[in-house]
């Protein structure tokens, strides 16, 4: 079946280290994006990326980065720039250019907690 | 200016009963697609229904139907005949042209169906 893996589900990250966190898809969609959820929060855009070797910061990119170097990987670092990251990361991925109709496909999430 | 708002923070139902969970939102794009996500504990995101902005009539998907007002901007999620593992948190988000067609997500109403 297709559809997105996030790994791990939960990981710790000590102080000053710089973690990353997985997205792979199989859905053969062009774009994919990373989201961030705080508790009892909505979601913020951190990257997104429409294209192999090409991607966007979105509104709270910093202390992040991201690389996309094959469709099916998207994979988050999140370095110890980033001064408060524990919180829930979403990935997701969409048909890009195919107007407003489609929605986004996402991942269970990976639940990150620094230690 | 907020692109989407939930007023309701949370919401309690009794089983059986009908509920309606409100989204207003802010475009200036003629052509855009509202859509509504649940996220239980778990936190997967799962989608439930979307309504383009050229539709002439309302979107259901089985007890999910959305009431699309469009001169108010609203599209309020109605779930008829709720159960008892709809408690979850919902979110309504928008997509459109000028934002590139990113899902910009609103701050999420977490609802509680009573037995």
């Known amino acids: 079946d297709g559809g997105i893996t996030q790994s791990p589900k939960y990981l710790f990250r000590k102080e000053g280290q710089n973690v990353t966190l997985s997205c792979e898809q199989n859905?053969?969609?062009?774009?994919m994006y990373w989201y961030r959820q705080d508790p009892g929060q909505g979601l913020r855009l951190i990257y997104y990326?429409?294209?192999?070797?090409?991607?966007q910061k979105g509104d709270i990119a910093e202390g992040y980065s991201v690389s996309r170097e094959k469709k099916e990987s998207f994979p988050l670092t999140v370095t110890s720039a980033q001064k408060n990251p524990t919180a829930f990361y979403l990935c997701?991925?969409?048909?890009?250019?195919?107007?407003?109709?489609?929605?986004?496909?996402f991942g269970s999430g990976t639940r990150l907690t620094v230690v | 200016a907020q692109k989407i708002t939930q007023t309701q923070p949370g919401m309690f139902v009794q089983e059986k009963e009908a509920v309606t969970l409100d989204c207003t939102y802010d475009?200036?794009?003629?052509?855009?697609?509202l859509f509504w996500y649940k996220q239980p504990s778990s936190g997967e995101m799962i989608f439930l229904i979307y309504?383009?902005?050229?539709?002439?009539q309302n979107a259901t998907e089985g007890r999910y139907s959305l009431n699309f007002q469009k001169a108010r901007k609203s599209a309020n999620l109605v779930i008829s005949a709720s159960q008892l593992g709809d408690s979850a948190m919902y979110f309504c988000?928008?997509?459109?042209?000028?934002?590139?067609?990113?899902?910009?997500f609103g701050s999420g109403t977490q609802l509680t169906v009573l037995p």
């Open positions: 997701a991925s969409s048909i890009p250019g195919a107007g407003e109709v489609y929605g986004y496909t």
């Open positions: 859905l053969n969609h062009d774009a």
């Open positions: 990326s429409q294209i192999v070797n090409d991607f």
């Open positions: 475009t200036s794009d003629p052509s855009y697609g």
């Open positions: 309504q383009g902005s050229y539709d002439q």
């Open positions: 988000a928008m997509r459109e042209p000028s934002s590139a067609r990113q899902l910009t």
